[in-house]
């Protein structure tokens, strides 16, 4: 075959073929998708992102969350397993309570980028704000997720926290966490047993006081290695006096987009599964 | 499936078939019009009086007791 | 049998037309070496640069803590911008370098406007700059395969552009009448990326497709610039190499024409099973499973036709490293394509989706067959180009055991590991935590491998370093070719040991 023209113009036809069926046709089909309003009085569904969820969705992408977690809630149809008997199941995404029912296309009618994620390294995030509504949850999750769930393999995000000195009172949004998670944070923190010792010589009834007031019923044995082990494990749990961990603005406004993540949520006809 | 989901699906089989058969029908051409005739003057092209058919172009550096 | 005297002038006449296209060919190299070798230095740069963010990620996925404090070095940024460093950096510029080379020695025309093409090549670096850094300081766009910050595409636009435009220019001005099948695949390369690029980026990020079109338009190309920029000129790198090293022509032409053609036709086709089960139009999804079966038809053509090619040359493996590291890739090639198309099955891809499984798949694909083949033309070209030969015969042997057993071990074990951690993501009875412990050994096998990678892109590195820095064994006169003994490297008393391998 000696003529170009012949590769150029196959090379437009088979391409334009996918072209049109792939990507122009889905958007004609898709482009006129309406929000559902179930009665006038109800809310249109969805409703595109508000306030700092939109700042969120910003922090979300610059860090790649999506490479770990997917944003679908797969039909009843998809996932097949096999129960204890034996026998055949499917719809794996809505048994383990990722979603009420499978996400449509529109649901996402008002996603910039539409991040449906490709890999489930982590768990689906479709439904998260419905799923898991404790914004202080989220935090202590991000700043380390093993402060959460010992297995995790998410990293830590100390970066959209900061570190502080208290002034006054604690502020309300400190994180509720033990000072082994806040002295470095997203790193776990325990002192080495030469540290332990100095501190127990240095602040050894401050400590004891400490943690004798949030857990009034213990009793340690000081002069025992294990008694100090044991009064170290406790303390470690028992938040810092006088620093705290508050979110900045690029953690609250991940958090706030996490919780707007409530896709599967309001039923929709085209849904049933 | 609605009549929309139709009158789509009816449409991307068409172009399909439309855009299939349009190659079809060049290669059909290309056939009749004698570009691929003597096909084997095509694939041996690439070969010359430097590098004939028949002579290896290529080894390991130290592996001399390949070469002429 | 032609008479004695006969004989001696077609000694003379095949002795100066021999000299004559050696002259010519010597030419043509001459005149792609600046070109050509900044776009391959550059590649072997961000295949540097791709690895050890690759290595990294890796780590960071069995050993959260490892330097999880740093924005820029958190899990997330850094995939994003090895996937970048890679796809765009190493995998793009070495098939620049890999088509314009082969452009000009199969059309035999010399290389034009080398200065065009540096400043393609110098664009192409900068979008390729500024598309890393900003990932890393967090201007990421989280759309796979289309990571680079806004102000990255403009530089990759201008640059493949000049590229795309500059290839037809050698191409009409082809001395060669005959247009070889490798010349289709690079043709069809340089149509295809510009117009999967520019309809991507105008889609996604300069209208206003939102929704579920965004994946939609996003897997079409996400796909496609495998299948339709990397793929052809691979594949079409060994439609050359492989019998221009063995000095014997492709099997059957014929089925390299039925293997074009339909990778055209239905490769297309076939990236929306990346949202197989999601919120798309079941007949999207379906449409692209048919693609992808029918993928098996090409696949299986080039198959074919590499295999009868290679056929009682398989012992050469032995002493070309161009020639060894291309077959690898020919065959990861079958193995990747005939894996996708069985993957793009629903049964098969509710298990694999979502999993470290696909990594593997994908993996396979771009490192097992398109960056092996990349090696092998390197390993060709380089010292056609430059006039020294390789330095060392050793590196050489520790880069492809270093790629070879690594992409191994990295598909093996994501295989293994993805695979039940698909079937374990589908029972909901098994708890998360567990899936996460269970997928960790595997992780750990990754990084094993990307140390193995990484250490044979160093050595490749350190060839290519010393190669062009004049470092090698001057080739002898022109392009040197050398005369295969005849049977010599099958019969006679040959040691087979490790060092041969």
Known sequence: MDRGMVIFLGALFTFSSSWLGLIVFPFQQLGHEQPYQKSDSDDPYPQPLQGIAVAGKRVYQANGCMYCHSQQVRSQRFGNWWDDNGEERTGADIKRSWGLRRTVSRDYLYDNPTMLGTMRTGPDLANIGVRNPSAMWHHTHLLNPRSANPWSIMPSFPYLYKREKIVGDRSEKALLLGREWTVHPGYRWRPTPQQWDELLRERGATILRQVLASAPTETFDLTTADGQKRLLDFWLTTPEEDYQIVPTADGEALVAYLLALRKAEVPLPEAKE | MTAVEIALFATVIGSMVLFGGAAVLALGWAFRSGQFDNFDRGAKSIFGPDEPIGEATDGFPDMNHERK | ?501
Request: charged residues 10%.
């Open chain 3, 1 to 501: 049998m032609a008479t004695t005297a006969a004989m001696t002038t077609t000694v003379d006449d095949s002795a100066r037309d021999r000299a004559q296209a050696a002259a010519e060919r010597a030419a043509i190299d001459a005149s792609c070496r600046g070109p050509v070798l900044f776009f391959a230095a550059s590649a072997i740069v961000w295949l540097l640069v791709g690895s050890l963010l690759a290595l990294l990620a890796s780590v960071k996925l069995h050993t959260p803590y490892l330097l999880t404090a740093s924005p820029e070095l958190t899990f997330g940024r850094v995939r994003m911008a090895h996937l970048q460093a890679m796809g765009y950096g190493w995998l793009s510029l070495a098939t620049v370098a890999a088509l314009l080379w082969q452009m000009c020695r199969l059309s035999r025309a010399e290389l034009v406007y080398p200065k065009l093409l540096i400043l393609a090549g110098v664009l192409w670096n900068i979008g390729q700059f500024l598309a890393v850094v900003g990932i890393i300081l967090g201007d990421a766009t989280s759309v796979e395969w289309l990571e680079a910050p806004a102000y990255a595409p403009p530089f990759f636009i201008a640059a493949v552009g000049i590229i795309s435009a500059w290839t037809v220019a050698v191409f009409r001005r082809r001395r060669e009448p005959h247009v070889y099948v490798t010349q289709w695949y690079i043709l069809g390369a340089i149509f295809w990326f510009p117009w999967l690029y520019l309809v991507a980026q105008f889609m996604i990020f300069w209208s206003t497709a939102v929704g579920v079109v965004q994946p939609i338009v996003n897997w079409w190309f996400g796909h496609n610039v495998i299948g339709l920029w990397f793929t052809p000129v691979a594949v079409g790198t060994a439609y050359y190499l492989i019998p221009k090293i063995i000095g014997r022509p492709i099997h059957s032409y014929y089925l390299s024409i039925i293997g074009f053609w339909s990778l055209a036709l239905f490769y297309s086709w076939a990236g929306m099973h990346h949202l197989i089960g999601g919120p798309i139009p079941g007949w999207l999804s379906s449409a692209s499973t048919v693609g992808s079966m029918m993928m098996l038809i090409p696949v299986l053509a080039v198959a074919i036709n590499h295999h009868m090619t290679m056929r009682g040359h398989f012992h050469r493996l032995r002493y070309s490293p161009a020639l060894r590291f291309t077959v690898f890739g020919a065959i990861a090639y079958t193995l990747v394509s005939v894996q996708g198309s069985f993957e793009a099955l629903k049964d098969f891809s509710e298990v694999t989706h979502f999993t470290h499984y696909t990594v593997a798949h994908a993996h396979l694909g771009v490192y097992g067959f398109v960056t092996m083949i990349m090696f092998g033309l390197f390993y060709y070209m380089v010292p056609r180009l430059t006039g020294r030969e390789w330095a060392s015969s050793t590196l050489i042997r520790v880069h492809f055991w270093c790629a070879a057993v690594g992409i191994a071990i990295y598909f093996a074990g994501l295989s293994i590991g993805g695979w039940w951690q698909g079937r374990m993501l589908n029972n909901p009875n098994v708890p998360f935590a567990h899936i996460v412990n269970y997928t960790l050994p595997y992780l750990f096998s990754r990084s094993i491998a990307g140390t193995l990678m990484t250490a044979g892109h160093l050595a490749f590195t350190v060839l290519f370093v010393m190669n062009v820095a004049g470092w090698g064994q001057q080739r002898a006169g022109g392009p040197t070719f050398f005369v295969e003994p005849p049977s010599a490297s099958l019969s006679g008393p040959q040691r087979i040991g490790p060092r041969d391998l």
